[in-house]
């Protein structure tokens, strides 16, 4: 059968490709990289490339994103295309992935627990045998160590082990298990991994267990991110073939071993001493990194293919420490709300609260957990990529070039954009800060509509009016976040704004109805503690501005950052937070929101903005 050379010459590289082909397809199999938060459904208008040569007929999304004069010149949708002969194709810059993608670390806090860590060294020596005590090799270790449980290839070593060793060296074993055997005295070198699996980025920490300080933290982009920016799309992906799961799994397996590549490198630390490895993410992440189908997460009543903790060897799982290593899987709540969010609770210690408390993690999918009278309630909302940038038309994530925040001041629109480079686009903060000030100056109206310069309250300055733009069909305005003369203008549009509507309402109304399902009013609340890498970088005036979050004095709103990380490390430096991850999640109450018979009033609801007289 044919197949026809696709060229990419901005990038030195072509592929070939039988006809129809996605070019979105090939351009993957170029090793190149292209902006796909939609998962190719053609929706999202990220992956604009343009074709130099080749016939490439327009589909009908191609119309609905571009002008007529850019099917002139060449734009298509990458998803949209399919191979039909020869093409060479330009990738514009603003369709690659972002560089520099800020990613929240954690800082060391480990050392806030009583170190007793999963997995423990002992340098032992042990009595040699005597005719007149003959004591088998298994029984003299056992002895000393008080651990019993032997796998039969540690069992095969030992003998040797010990005569070689004159019946010294080190043991290594987690609460039950003998992990390694190894040569002389090598207590001090005892090291962990934790792991938080996130939607958007990956994120390592490696620690010292004799110690329990944090050596270092490294993140990255989840390179899942290819089959769509949100869980729905990677459900949808993986539950198309077989190859698609696995190679969901295969991608995040091998970030995960870059990063801990990366730490050992850094760090001079072996990788044969890492022993113990936990990891964190939401139910969708926990499941496509263990390679399990995921079907049944995308249908009601959306079940996850398992609940309870798990543990396995490093070596079942691929993870490049040492083969024996101890891996600690965090447990599931219910449907969407997995693994991080158990984590969560165990970094914040929610538990030990008593008086009444959110917990929030804002991301691509929203988890909340209310504590009240002793009790755990938790729901997930689908908040979507909007936060993330996606479905915004100048949303980014947080890299360099993008505006992080926004400011309306005396007149003036104030714009600090990451490295303090010309401006390529908007991120979720920013986002969030335009909104909440053109609801402040009056620009934007209650129910979320972008007004008109002759609708501006009284007292609005010229410069404001001219950056409302009649849009391209007339029916609406869009905001001009750049100035006029920028060579890249930035919009806000009322899509846009539209966008951020349905993220901040879901996430609201979920809040609303578990406080509704636990009689308690948002006045009562004691505090909101917001995690997540996200919500660590919004402003907590502007979040409840727009009504993201429960209108509290400020002093009650708590930003806690990567709480999935910060338990992650817990449980490895704490056997007591080890047991309480593994027991917490059958004690909290799950809350199916979308079932409710009030969460689409409450949703409803939640899309309007707050009235400025509550503020």
Known sequence: MTEYKVSFPRNQTDVFALPGTSLYECITRANLRIKNPCAGQGTCGKCRIRILSGEAVPSVQCRKIFSEKEISEGWRLACRVHISGDLSVELPDES??????????????????????????????????????????????????????????????????????????????????????????TENANFAIAVDIGTTTVVAALLDMNTGKQLGCRGMLNPQVKFGDDVLSRINAQGQSDKNLKSLQREILTAINKLIGELCEAFKVSNSNIYSVSLAGNTVMENLFLGIPIKALGEIPFISPFSRSLRFTASELGLQVNPCAETFIFPVIGGFVGGDIVSGLVASRLNERTNPTVFVDVGTNGEIVLLYKGQLYAASAAAGPAFEGARIEAGMRAADGAIEKVIIQDGELLINVIRNVEPKGICGSALIDITAEMLRCGLLDETGRIVSPEECPAGTSDKLKRRLIASKDGNTFDFLLTPQDSRKKIYIRQKDIRELQLASGAIRAAINILLKKAGV???????????????????????????????????????????????????????????????????????????????????????????????
């Open 96 to 185: 690659v992935p972002e560089e520099g993608l800020i990613i929240l670390t954690a800082e060391d806090s480990s050392s806030s627990y009583e170190l007793n860590p999963l997995i423990k060294k002992k340098f032992v020596r042990l009595a040699n045998p005597t005719l007149e005590e003959p004591i088998s090799d298994l029984e003299n270790l056992i002895r000393v160590i008080q651990h019993a449980r032997f796998d039969l290839n540690h069992l095969r070593l030992l003998p040797d082990f010990l005569r070689k060793n004159n019946f010294t060296g080190t043991t290594v074993f987690s609460e039950k298990n003998l992990v390694a055997l190894e040569d002389g005295d």
């Open 521 to 615: 009013t948002e006045s009562e609340l004691d505090s909101v503690l917001v995690a997540g890498g996200f919500g660590y970088f919004i402003r907590r005036t502007n979040a409840k501005r727009i009504g993201l979050i429960p209108n509290l004095p400020d002093a009650k709103i708590r930003f806690i950052g990567n709480s999935s990380l910060e338990g992650a490390k817990a449980v490895l430096c704490s056997r007591e937070r080890l047991r309480y991850a593994e027991g917490i999640a059958a004690q909290v109450k799950y809350v199916e929101v979308s079932l409710d018979p009030e969460f689409q009033m409450e949703f409803a609801n939640a899309m309007m903005f707050p009235c400025q007289s509550d503020f």
